[in-house]
T-cell receptor, first 111, second 114 residues
Framework: LAKTTQPISMDSYEGQEVNITCSHN???????ITWYQQFPSQGPRFIIQ???TKVTNEVASLFIPADRKSSTLSLPRVSLSDTAVYYC????????????FGAGTQVVVTP | NAGVTQTPKFRVLKTGQSMTLLCAQD?????MYWYRQDPGMGLRLIHY???????AKGEVPDGYNVSRLKKQNFLLGLESAAPSQTSVYFC?????????????FGDGTRLSIL
């Protein structure tokens, strides 16, 4: 499984856009990039996944450049409820079952 | 829709005691997992199951046993609890088994071993 590197923490104010970049230099051809969100006292929650280019859903956008060695999770107009730890993971159907969570990025949103 | 439910939510044990953590999912998922999460660290896989009646070791299996007698339930047992097993335990399930497959997590069991 490809190793991922992401910032330990990020601070933001309400209404701003938060961009978290994850580095995965050793990503394999079959690997997808997946992001999870974890609130205090809760389990991680899947928020978005992509393979290349851009993916958008009701929660976030995921930008993946052509070389796929990094990806950026974008949270538009954050609110206090977006304060959470965000994990970037890389894996494929071939690398069965084991999600490799790193320490994640602690995002703190303040008024 | 309950998703993944873990019981109990909190438990305090003495060293040497045994207990079982229960995970139940109502999504008809084949794959189920047990993780532990320690402060400042990501989740580490303890054991997993690819279907009813099957179990397999993950990254940190020592000191734990599991059983999957019914498709919807995955039990994690501690035969003789040790302080090093103080952690938050998460159960998860997925429809398919690849590491790119979204996993659905419960809200965790906070276990303290004194």
């Amino acid at each position: 499984l490809a190793k991922t590197t992401q910032p330990i923490s990020m601070d933001s104010y309400e209404g701003q856009e938060v961009n978290i970049t994850c580095s995965h230099n050793n990503i394999a051809t079959n690997d997808y990039i997946t992001w999870y969100q974890q609130f205090p006292s809760q389990g991680p929650r899947f928020i978005i996944q992509g393979y290349k280019t851009k993916v958008t859903n009701e929660v976030a956008s995921l930008f993946i450049p052509a070389d796929r060695k990094s990806s950026t999770l974008s949270l538009p107009r954050v609110s206090l409820s977006d304060t959470a730890v965000y994990y970037c993971l890389v894996g494929s159907t071939d690398s069965w079952g084991k999600l490799q969570f790193g320490a994640g990025t602690q995002v703190v949103v303040t008024p | 829709n309950a998703g993944v439910t873990q019981t109990p939510k909190f438990r305090v044990l003495k060293t040497g005691q045994s207990m079982t953590l229960l995970c139940a999912q109502d999504m008809n998922h084949e794959y189920m997992y047990w993780y532990r999460q320690d402060p400042g660290m990501g989740l580490r896989l303890i054991h997993y199951s690819v279907g009813e009646g099957t179990t397999a070791k993950g990254e940190v299996p020592d000191g734990y046993n599991v059983s999957r007698l019914k498709k919807q339930n995955f039990l994690l047992g501690l035969e003789s609890a040790a302080p090093s097993q103080t952690s938050v335990y998460f159960c998860a399930s997925s429809y398919l088994g690849g590491s790119n497959q979204p996993q659905h997590f419960g809200d965790g069991t906070r276990l303290s071993i004194l």
